[in-house]
């Protein structure tokens, strides 16, 4: 087994409970964790036998441009889509953060985290 990560990758949506926060936006940053078989690729050297990461930022985006109230959904969202997509992947971890959060001080970020597993 092997880990791929991919980091701080970094997007401007519309998620949250607050009106304001769907029309105006936010800054957020994505990380994500995924766990296959890495024995394939470190000796063929092919793209086809490993997680592509590029495949893995582009579900970020597209599931991050779709708008949310509560991040554990959209994080949801980059889970399943993965599961369904890749059938290397065998445990994907997300964070998802908003970058200061409107919540009534000063915080620099908010983040949820979500583990799935490929079930067998």
Same mark, same amino acid.
Not at 110 to 116: F, G, W
């Given at each position: 087994?092997? =880990?791929?990560?991919?980091?701080?990758?970094?997007?401007?949506?519309?998620?949250?409970? =607050? *009106? !304001? !926060?769907?029309?105006?936006?936010? $800054?957020?940053?994505? +990380? =994500?964790?995924?766990?296959?078989?890495?024995?394939?690729?470190? *000796?063929? +050297?092919?793209?086809? $036998?490993?997680? +592509?990461?590029?495949?893995?930022? #582009?579900?970020?985006? !597209?599931?991050?441009?779709?708008?949310?109230?509560?991040?554990?959904?959209?994080?949801? #969202?980059? =889970?399943?889509?993965?599961?369904?997509? +890749?059938?290397?992947?065998?445990?994907?971890?997300?964070?998802?953060?908003?970058?200061?959060?409107?919540?009534?001080? $000063?915080? !620099? #970020?908010? &983040?949820? %985290?979500? &583990?799935?597993?490929? %079930?067998?």
């Amino acid at each position: 087994m092997g =880990l791929i990560k991919v980091e701080n990758i970094r997007v401007f949506a519309y998620h949250g409970c =607050l *009106k !304001e !926060e769907t029309k105006i936006g936010s $800054d957020y940053s994505v +990380d =994500l964790e995924v766990k296959a078989n890495l024995k394939t690729s470190s *000796k063929t +050297d092919k793209l086809e $036998d490993t997680v +592509d990461y590029v495949f893995l930022n #582009r579900i970020i985006k !597209e599931e991050m441009n779709i708008p949310s109230a509560l991040l554990e959904h959209v994080a949801k #969202r980059i =889970l399943k889509r993965i599961f369904k997509e +890749d059938n290397m992947v065998t445990k994907a971890t997300v964070w998802v953060s908003k970058l200061n959060p409107p919540i009534g001080g $000063d915080v !620099e #970020r908010v &983040t949820i %985290k979500m &583990t799935n597993r490929r %079930k067998k």
